[in-house]
């Protein structure tokens, strides 16, 4: 079975813009949660959603916004770009919050 | 704020030595987990730990989990080449501003293994 996937691999922005991160579950997963992974430190919880729900939400600005769909995959997406949004952007599912399996990431730079 | 604190930060030994990475935390958790993490993938889950003083284990990988559920240890006997990765622990059920899946990650530990 494919695991989590997550596009694109890799963006490069520039202040200011608008950026869209996708996320593909595992098959039959219905939760998926968003991390702001920063160089040097530990993944930051961003959302979780949960049967297209928002269950849960991290110390982020409201730049930051994210959505699930009917088939459960999932979209972040954050507007206004900052220097410090450059990151690696984690994706994980889960089945109802159990273990969570993440994926490759989004690395994003803001130029 | 951060609420899970490893250490050490680096650390750099040799094949065939042992090793402990702490997480440290004053939060209780009603879990924690350790991950391995390698440039370019995303974290994959090594062992959870669940009741306060539970001691788990995983080949040459043994994880402790604190009497009071607010830190944990992994040790390493014998470190093999393979064994180089970032390594997190994670608590789940803490204050990380989110919901009840929201995992709490540390910083990590940077885990170089020389041959």
């Known amino acids: 079975d494919a695991g989590v996937t997550q596009s694109p691999t890799h963006l490069i922005k520039t202040r200011g813009q608008h950026v869209t991160l996708r996320c593909s579950p595992i098959s039959g997963h219905k939760s998926v949660s968003w991390y702001q992974q920063v160089l040097g430190q530990g993944p930051q919880f961003i959302f979780q959603y949960y049967e297209k729900e928002e269950r849960g939400r991290g110390n982020f600005p409201d730049r930051f916004s994210a959505r699930q769909f009917p088939n459960y995959s999932s979209e972040l997406n954050v507007n206004a770009l900052l220097l410090g949004d450059s990151a690696l952007y984690l994706c994980?599912?889960?089945?109802?919050?159990?273990?969570?399996?993440f994926g490759p990431g989004t690395r994003l730079t803001v130029l | 704020t951060q609420l899970l604190e490893q250490s050490p930060q680096f650390l750099s030994i040799q094949e065939g030595e042992n090793l402990t990475v702490y997480c440290n935390s004053s939060?209780?958790?009603?879990?924690l987990q350790w991950y391995r993490q390698e440039p370019g993938e995303g974290p994959v889950l090594l062992v959870t730990v669940v009741t306060g003083g539970e001691v788990k284990k995983l080949k040459r990988l043994t994880f402790q989990f604190g009497d009071a559920r607010k830190d944990s240890s992994l040790h390493i006997t014998a470190a093999q080449p393979g064994d180089t990765g970032l390594y997190l622990c994670a608590g789940a059920g803490g204050n990380s501003g989110g919901g009840a899946d929201g995992l709490t990650f540390g910083k990590g530990t940077h885990l170089i293994i020389q041959p």
């Open positions: 939060s209780v958790f009603s879990s």
């Open positions: 994980a599912s889960s089945l109802a919050g159990l273990r969570q399996y």
